[in-house]
């Protein structure tokens, strides 16, 4: 081969090797600091990126690679989790705590490094370690590649809203709290919007969220739930909002007066604006949808939709319309409003639902007991632990990352791989409980070989109460393709299964006294967590953990870790 045949071949390796011209890489810095916050008349010390609260908005387009660096300067542990991006072969900067890392410690450093591929649209990222995600946590926006409109006419501006907790007291000692009684933490002061109550809350009127728009214009809200503990119905008076996307996969549009958003999921909605200026103003408000036994806080927040114009009377002076949210528990409206999410199934967006299964998995979901430990009083049933299973088994949190120990084939000890595909004991899950509630609690895996298509129905049981359970899963996007109320019938409900449109996310609420089905393709080789969004780090948060083993190719393996991956 000649010189400029050597030069070809070694320029064809070399464009192989880079990133799209397209494509640009984002840096930030996260500086994890305390910082004072005050919120209804109450200041406290808390933990924040850069001060901020909530952190600062990440930004970057479909292809891009992000550089996001973490220093921690607090006394807390820390890691970081970029919610529903897929992270593909980027295990190591997925984030959860002692799952694909170990936390970020005092006085260190951790990069994130990772590329967004073959997705847009609004994500969030949080601390994943105990109760940190209440204070710590912000946006992650990512726009098509350049040149790519939307689905949708463009709107006029784009604003994130982010649903959130304020407490008054320490997050860190509530969670301690209910670890060593077993018991549900204490519930939030507050909700917030974009980290503040609003005027419904007292001594809170100046910590308002206000939304100021203009006549005739279409604008696009990037709506995040933050929350720790509460899935919430969300709606703006007197105005109609079009549902354009849900975690991030565009979906058939459809109008909704209301939505309901589970923790950790995203919607993006449209709001077109009355086109002269009204006289008034709106409530934009927010409160729970509940099912369970345990306390909530049943407070409504509220920010304002103000009109902007030229001739503007005084904003005090105009009505302020308040819009009718469901009821508490309006499990109706919740299962019309879910039924109606559909992907747009087109040949620019596709659904690539699994068709033929290789893995049928049955999971049932809920609340047991541990026993209480030696020499402590403890808050549940007959002086027990309240404690969350998947199949009867409790996570139990190792002490090193799960990742670490497989990818240098140190597991032994670590974990086992032996997740169980069904429930050892069978009984009627949604009717009368079983007299035993006692969880087994360990770390075990369910491992599945690289591209198994995978089947997974999830059922709510009935022990010590049904209630929604809104589930995440790390590393993947899944399909959800069935779901209803009772037991799950083999039998007879997957002939009702939609194999055509079903809706794309990364998490999911599994119905009280009811069960959903999900299809996914393991295509993402690492260990990555599946929990409930609900207190994650408590013994009430339904976990277990996944591990994708690698493919044949060399583009279907797990890389190295970096080289300052976190040591515990």
């Known amino acids: 081969m000649g010189a400029i045949g050597l030069f070809l071949v070694s320029l064809m390796i070399a464009s192989c090797l880079l990133p799209s011209v397209s494509a640009a890489t984002r840096h930030y810095k996260f500086e994890i600091k305390m910082q004072n916050v005050t919120r209804l008349c109450h200041t406290k010390s808390m933990v924040t990126v850069n001060g901020q609260f909530p952190g600062p908005k990440v930004v970057a387009r479909e292809g891009d690679r992000l550089e996001i660096e973490v220093v921690n300067h607090v006394q807390n542990n ?34 994130y490094n990772f ?62 709290q209910a670890l060593q009684t077993g018991g549900g933490p204490n519930v939030s002061d507050a909700y917030t919007i974009n980290g503040l109550p609003g005027p419904l809350y007292n001594c809170s009127a100046k910590d308002t969220f206000k939304l100021k728009v203009k006549p005739g214009k279409t604008y696009l809200l990037r709506l995040i739930n933050a929350a720790l503990n509460d899935e919430l119905f969300f709606s703006i008076a007197n105005h ?16 909704t007066d209301t939505l309901i958003i589970t923790p950790g999921q995203t919607h ?65 409206f919740v299962t019309n409003f879910t039924s109606r999410l559909r992907s747009l199934a087109t040949p620019q967006f596709p659904v690539n639902v699994p068709l033929n299964v290789d893995r049928h998995l049955f999971f049932t979901v809920g609340l047991g007991t541990s026993p209480c430990d030696q020499n402590k009083t403890c808050q549940g049933p007959n002086g027990t632990k309240f404690s969350a299973s998947v199949n009867n088994v409790s996570f139990v949190q190792p002490t090193t990352a799960l990742l670490q120990s497989h990818f240098f084939g140190q597991s032994k000890g670590v974990y086992k791989p032996d997740f169980p595909y069904s429930p050892l004991n069978w009984f009627n899950y949604t009717e009368n409980p079983p007299n035993n509630t006692l969880v087994k609690n360990d770390t075990k895996i369910m ?3 690289y591209n198994t298509s995978v089947e997974l129905v999830m059922q709510d049981t009935n022990i010590l109460g049904a209630e929604s359970h809104p589930l995440h899963l790390h590393g993947f996007n899944f399909f959800v393709v069935g779901q209803g109320f009772g037991n799950f019938d083999r039998n007879k409900d997957p002939a009702n299964f939609n194999l055509v449109d079903p809706i794309e996310r990364n998490t999911v609420g599994v119905p009280s006294g009811g069960w959903v089905a999900i299809r996914f393709l393991a295509d993402n080789p690492g ?35 970096p080289k300052d991956l976190p040591k515990c």
């Not at 410690?105 to 951790?110: E, I, L, M, P, V």
């Not at 709001?271 to 099912?291: E, G, H, I, S």
């Not at 009430?540 to 044949?552: P, S, T």
Request: proline share 10%; hydrophobic share 40%; aromatic share 14%.
């Open 78 to 111: 820390i890691s970081i989790h970029w919610h529903g991006i897929r992270q593909l072969r980027s295990g190591w900067a997925d984030g959860p705590a002692y799952i694909t890392q170990c936390p970020i410690q005092t006085g260190q450093s951790y990069v």
């Open 268 to 332: 993006n909605v449209l709001l077109k604006t009355k086109p002269q200026f009204p006289n008034a103003t709106f409530y934009m408000t927010a409160r729970p949808y509940v099912t369970g036994p345990g306390t909530f806080d049943n407070s409504t927040v509220a920010g304002i939709l103000e009109y902007e114009s030229k001739s503007t009377p005084h904003l005090k002076n105009l009505p302020l319309f308040k819009p009718l949210l469901p009821a508490l528990n309006d499990t109706t």
């Open 240 to 255: 109609t909002l079009q549902v354009i996307d849900a975690d991030g996969v565009y979906v058939k549009p459809f109008e």
């Open 527 to 561: 260990v990555w967590f599946m929990h409930c969004h609900l207190e994650i780090h408590t013994s009430w948060g339904l976990k277990m953990a996944w591990l994708v083993l690698d493919g044949k190719l060399t583009n279907q393996k797990l890389p190295p870790p």
């Open 447 to 449: 491992v599945l070989p």
């Open 115 to 176: 590329t967004i591929i073959g997705q847009r649209g609004t994500f969030w990222w949080h601390a994943h370690i105990s109760w940190l995600r209440s204070t710590v946590y912000g946006p992650i926006i990512i726009l098509p590649k350049k040149n790519t409109p939307y689905p949708f006419a463009k709107p006029y501006k784009e604003v994130p809203i982010i649903f959130g907790e304020w407490f008054n007291a320490d997050t860190e000692a509530i969670i301690s």
